[in-house]
């Protein structure tokens, strides 16, 4: 039997891991200089963390998670999303109880079974940030800020911040009844993916790509109609707080967030280099779900992105600061005896901080050079026979030509 990988799923090969591995130290950097540490939470959770309610958001969650139950009869998912791991976290392990700020970061995959796309697998990779404890709307800045920084170092500068504010259930209640008063007359008109929202979310019927939504939407009451001193108060701070950063955005009156935990600021950061599906990362606040998921009740505040979007935007604009670092040094040997040595000088070279390797397949001198020039070696070490005694080994720079002969604490510092 022949297995192939499971649809909506891929390989990272050797050749490939470099980027990843890159862009996860981008992120790192700017994380740490924004002062969030990382955590690490389960990729499987209880299914009742993602799934808890009717909403328009479990409801396609529900569609899309990957269940199972496990051999204790538990309902269990793989993790479609982080935020709710990482609230749970902050429940289970009274985070809140050892710093009136939590600030956290994470990288890893998440499952969803949608229809596999550009840059969204089935098992896909995301990195994001929370805030756990202030509701200070210049903290919901600094989410932004941090989305924008990683794309930035990514040497990624075609990208717009779209902002709203979502509000608070209060005002988007009454947003609601105005909402349905006007789509309902144009119900049978929707396509039928998005007639099914009108009666569990109307707002998500903003979220549509699909054009005829957009044009029987032309009209609709919008949600900024609606707003209460405090919703204008708070999104006007966020507005003032990029623009003193330095962050351009646009106000979006139509943005609406996938997931119904989202209250006042609400954000996503595009790119048209990814063409139709152009959103690169997106966040917002959500100060109902700690107390939603059993904690007492916390702002917070967080943003999610797509590593396989950002690394596809970072192809496109040429970055390629990324290649994989070279070998030091490639040790050629074809007697036994040389062989030997070989692994003896491997081994000193290893443990001095080096990275080395050697042929392992008995082949001939010339195929040995060929195979240190294909793994891109800075320098090849000869270990012949007759030099074993002396302990003095030619070595060749690859990059020059040069050839000396040396002992080998000369040969670590020539390399370093």
Known sequence: MKYQRIKGTIDILPSETGKWIYLEEIIRNVMARFN??????????PIELFARDA???????????????????????????????????????????KAPLTKVF???????????????????????????????????????????????????????????????PSV???????????????????????REKIDRNPLRLFDSKLELTRQLLQGAPLLEQFYDDEVRRDFDIVKETLTRLGIPYASDPRL??????????????????????????????YDLLVEELGGDPTPAVGFAAGMERTLIVMEAVGKSDYSEKPLDIFIIAESAAERTQALLLTKQLRDSGKTVDLDYLGRS???????????????VLFAFADDIPGGRFQCKNLSTGEQQKLPIDEITSLIA
């Open 365 to 379: 001198q010339k195929a040995q050079m060929k195979e240190a020039s294909r793994q891109n070696a800075r320098f």
């Open 172 to 194: 988007r209640a009454k947003h609601r009844e105005k909402l349905l008063e006007f789509v309902r007359p144009l119900a049978s008109q929707f396509p039928e993916v998005d």
């Open 256 to 285: 609406v967030r996938g997931l119904d935990y989202y209250t006042r600021t609400a954000f996503e950061i595009r790119s048209s280099l990814l063409g139709a599906q152009d959103s690169l990362s997106g966040g917002g606040r």
């Open 106 to 168: 994470y990288i890893g995959p998440m499952f969803r079974h949608e229809k596999p796309q550009k840059g969204r697998q089935r098992q896909f990779h995301q990195f994001g940030a929370e805030a756990l404890g202030s509701a200070d709307p210049r903290i919901d800045a600094e989410i932004i800020a941090i989305s924008v920084q990683v794309l930035k170092d990514c040497g990624i500068d075609q990208f717009e911040v779209a902002l709203n504010s979502v509000a608070t």
């Open 36 to 45: 969030y540490k990382e955590i690490r939470v389960p990729i499987f959770e």
């Open 55 to 97: 909403s328009e958001s479990t409801y396609v969650v529900n569609k899309e998670m990957y269940t199972f139950t496990d051999m204790g009869g538990r309902s269990v998912a793989l993790r479609p999303e982080g935020t709710p791991s990482v609230v749970r976290a902050f429940i289970e392990e009274s985070l809140g109880n």
